[in-house]
């Protein structure tokens, strides 16, 4: 079973402050990654996307990507009431898998004033 | 931007009725899913399709089917539904791995959901 573990929330941060998200997977051949914010009762939006080592950054957005340790996160600077959400990591195999992307559990983030 | 649309943003049927979902998207995507979430229990596959009148079995297929007859459209149907299908259902759509396009899976893009109550 192709598992995707996400950091156990929820996670409360100062406003202005960096949140840190955490996602572990457990297939090595999974290629794509991708985070998503969900804000309650919506649907999940996406906010990055990540296919090699290393950083990428938009806006106060980065996500981190380490294929040997199997690991994947997410960083959040100068963190504001609206990035108050949940945030679900999803991977996805390589080949021939249809696209299909397994989602973790997800990680409830709160920012305060 | 990609716009993924589904037909209710909530809906209430009785147990035993024929329950048809409809998701409609215009990025001439050829993969398309049907998800439901459920507090606890995260996101869950149901079906989903590579191409025109091809599915695929997710991960919960029991209990439902589908139906995808044009590459734009894909609909998920609740046989006889039952109370343990009230859930919220998401639709979403992505491009495929296509050499020389793209070369790793692409995201998937949803719908606004749908909220179905099963009385």
């Known amino acids: 079973q192709k598992e995707v573990e996400q950091n156990s929330g929820p996670l409360s941060v100062p406003e202005g402050a960096i949140a840190s998200l955490n996602c572990t997977y457990s297939?090595?051949?999974?290629?794509?990654f991708f985070w998503y914010r969900q804000y309650s009762g919506k649907s999940p939006e996406l906010i990055m996307s990540?296919?090699?080592?290393g950083d990428k950054e938009d806006g106060r957005f980065t996500a981190q990507l380490n294929k040997a340790s199997q690991y994947v996160s997410l960083l959040i600077r100068d963190s504001q009431p609206s990035d108050s959400a949940t945030y679900l990591c999803?991977?996805?195999?390589?080949?021939?898998?249809?696209?299909?992307?397994?989602f973790g559990q997800g990680t409830i983030l709160t920012v305060h004033p | 931007d990609v716009k993924v649309t589904q037909s209710s943003r909530y809906l209430v049927k009785r147990t035993g009725e024929k329950v048809f979902l409809e998701c409609v998207q215009d990025?001439?995507?050829?993969?398309m899913f049907w998800y439901r979430q459920d507090p606890g229990l995260g996101l869950r596959l149901i079906y989903f399709?590579?191409?025109?009148?091809?599915?695929e079995k997710g991960d919960i297929p029991e209990g439902y089917s589908v139906s995808r007859e044009k590459k734009e459209r894909f609909s998920l149907i609740l046989e006889s539904a039952s109370t343990n299908q009230t859930s919220m259902y998401l639709c979403?759509?992505?491009?495929?791995?296509?050499?020389?396009?793209?070369?790793?899976?692409?995201?998937?893009?949803f719908g606004d959901g749908t909220r179905l109550s099963i009385l």
């Open positions: 297939d090595r051949g999974s290629q794509s």
């Open positions: 990540i296919y090699s080592n």
């Open positions: 979403a759509s992505s491009f495929p791995i296509s050499s020389g396009v793209f070369h790793s899976n692409q995201p998937q893009h």
């Open positions: 999803a991977v996805s195999a390589g080949g021939t898998s249809y696209g299909k992307l397994t």
């Open positions: 399709s590579y191409d025109v009148k091809m599915k």
């Open positions: 990025m001439d995507h050829e993969n």
